[in-house]
Nanobody, 121 residues
Framework: EVQLVESGGDLVQPGGSLRLSCVAS????????MTWVRQAPGKGVEWVSD????????RYAASVKGRFTISRDNAKNTLYLQMDSLKPEDTAVYYC??????????????WGRGTLVTVSS
């Protein structure tokens, strides 16, 4: 059974930084691409960033490019999202999800419970 546990969310001031983590279990983490998505209050789910299984390829939504960095440690079965220069519009519950292949040209499955990021002064 795929299990994904996000952590690291917090209340932070605009311009601040946070690092989110997602610990994976129940599958061979190093074999699958991963993604971060987010859902702001009262809005739909928004894709944030992808990383391939080996960690060498990444892509970002235009809204976060240059401010967020996705990475992974396959030895620790952990996915990360470093978020810098945070803006109020980054306020959302952040979720990690698993693709069904080594790149993002595949289906997607698994949901964690999410971690709440609030950007406010």
């Amino acid at each position: 059974e795929v299990q994904l546990v996000e952590s690291g969310g917090d209340l932070v001031q605009p311009g601040g930084s946070l690092r989110l983590s997602c610990v994976a279990s129940g599958f061979t983490f190093s074999s699958y691409a991963m993604t971060w998505v987010r859902q702001a209050p009262g809005k739909g789910v928004e894709w944030v960033s992808d990383i391939n299984s080996g960690g060498g390829s990444t892509r970002y939504a235009a809204s976060v490019k240059g401010r967020f960095t996705i990475s992974r440690d396959n030895a620790k079965n952990t996915l990360y999202l470093q978020m810098d220069s945070l803006k109020p519009e980054d306020t959302a519950v952040y979720y990690c999800r698993k693709y069904t292949g080594s790149y993002w040209f595949a289906g997607i499955d698994g949901w964690g419970r999410g971690t709440l990021v609030t950007v406010s002064s």
